[in-house]
């Protein structure tokens, strides 16, 4: 599985964003040829070059704006210079994708539709060549997955059209609800909407901790001059095909002051609420009290409802809560027909082959009790009727 893995240690831009993805392979005049599509009619030039930063050399683009571009646009306006354009529909739709999230963000920052949005710095011609250069060059490496990093946006104060506001931005915080941060590093604003928007719309997972082999890295280079590398880094890498990653949950507590009886309840609602698995594990705390560690993994999704049954369930006053990586490979289940009924069978599939088959335990439970026989004898006769299946 090819996958784009964005290491964002000093934030990103749009301009940055460009110098990595050509750094990692986009072709320079393919990407020329495709934004030539848009007939801006000469608004802008695009320089590209390799340059430094902190001992870091990588590229760097500067999208120069000539005279009579057009400093602003609606959401439409851009909708319409996109659509009329000869690129490929994937690359309009991708494109329109990240517009569409700055519009909301925009919108809600101002208190307007996201129709009547003036987008200002985002609909100027440099940040619309970001854009729709970044819809160009993702399509051009067609990775199978986009993972990104925690994001460093910095700190301090930025001026901009609307004055000067805190960092970050207000329609970067929109932008970036939900996804990890990191502030503070310098005090400059490190994320702008732009990059913030391509990553939002873009990206499949948001984790610092991700496995997977490089192959090649891409270094995009920013405009000022920070006593850290001003870089976005890139990476282009593999994971083992039939492996699907996916960003989970788990929320844990400590409970040394409840019934160990009424756990087992709390789990039987975790579970309702949405766990993906419990498990309990004995430890010591201070003063040679026992307790019990509960470990609840989830999906975002779930998270909330899974976190008020442990507040109302449980004794705890309080929740450790950790993003993972989970790394599973692709499954499907069938049914299984032996002389003591129906069970259904899980199989698991790495670079297509089966390498795990298990029966369903509740099935085979059933069965074993049914028919008043071992629930061994029951995992017997699965495993004989797949292995005469195979032999069919």
Known sequence: MKILYYDCFCGISGDMNLGALLDLGVEEDFLRSELSKLSLDGEFE??????????????????????????????????????????????????????????????????????????????????????????????????DRIIASSIQVGGGFVKCAHGVLPVPAPATTELLCGIPIK????????????GAAILAANADAFTDDVAFSIMKTGYGLGTNDFDIPNVLRVFLGDMPDGAE????????????????????????????????????????????????????????????????????????????????????????????HTKYGDARVKKAYFKDKIVNIKPEYADAREMALKNNVPISAVYSEISNQIEKEKKR
Do not use: C, W
Request: no cysteine; hydrophobic share 40%.
């Open 183 to 194: 502030t503070g590093l310098v005090p400059y604003e490190t994320t702008t909407p732009t």
């Open 46 to 143: 695009m320089n590209v070059r390799r340059a430094e930063k902190r001992g870091i050399t990588g590229t760097k683009v500067d999208i120069a704006v000539k005279s009579g571009g057009h400093p602003h646009r609606k959401l439409a306006d851009i909708e319409n210079l996109i659509k009329k354009s000869g690129l490929a529909e994937r690359v309009k739709s991708r494109a329109m994708d990240m517009f569409s999230h700055i519009a909301a963000a925009e919108g809600k920052v101002h208190n307007l539709p996201p129709g009547e949005v003036h987008f200002h710095e985002v609909g100027a011609v440099d940040s619309l060549v970001d854009i729709v250069g970044a819809a160009i060059a993702l399509d051009f490496l067609n990775p």
């Open 245 to 336: 990653t996916e960003e989970q949950v788990i929320l844990e507590a400590n409970i040394d002051d409840m019934n160990p009886e009424l756990i087992g309840f709390a789990e039987e609602k975790l579970f309702g609420a949405g766990a993906l698995d419990v498990y309990k594990i004995p430890v010591m705390m201070k003063k040679g009290r026992p307790a019990i560690l509960i470990s609840v993994l989830t999906d975002k999704a779930h998270e909330q409802n899974v976190a008020e049954v442990l507040f109302t369930e449980t004794t705890t006053i309080g929740l450790r809560r950790q993003t993972v990586q989970k790394v599973a490979l692709k499954r499907d289940t069938e049914t299984v």
